[in-house]
């Protein structure tokens, strides 16, 4: 079975850094476009950031350019969102999804997804 493991989060002080992994298995890794989502409490879940099949390309959410950035080997099966300069808007659940592209945003086009991991900053 496909499955995304996500781990990395924690409680961290703003302005600092966390590095979140989600670990992929069960399914063909390099045939995947990689993304993170988050969602806050309230909130809708929303595109932060995703990683081309070669990991050649990258997107990221205009409220995260700059200060985070994904990664993957796929050596190790596993994509990384290297977070600094963290600020407490940026606490959320974040997961992991395996879709089509690269291009799309939209959670609805990713096909599969990890049960998330919590990252709280704290002012």
């Known amino acids: 079975q496909v499955q995304l493991v996500e781990s990395g989060g924690g409680l961290v002080q703003a302005g600092g850094s966390v590095r979140l992994s989600c670990a992929a298995s069960g399914l063909p890794f390099s045939s995947y476009a990689m993304g993170w989502f988050r969602q806050a409490p309230g909130k809708e879940r929303e595109f932060v950031a995703v990683?081309?099949?070669?990991?050649?390309?990258?997107s990221y959410a205009d409220s995260v350019k700059g200060r985070f950035t994904m990664s993957g080997d796929n050596a190790k099966n596993t994509v990384y969102l290297q977070m600094n300069s963290l600020k407490p808007e940026d606490t959320a659940v974040y997961y992991c999804?395996?879709?089509?592209?690269?291009?799309?945003?939209?959670?609805?086009?990713?096909?599969?997804w990890g049960q998330g991991t919590q990252v709280t900053v704290s002012s």
């Open positions: 999804a395996a879709g089509d592209s690269w291009l799309y945003f939209p959670p609805r086009k990713y096909d599969y």
């Open positions: 990683i081309s099949r070669s990991g050649e390309n990258r």
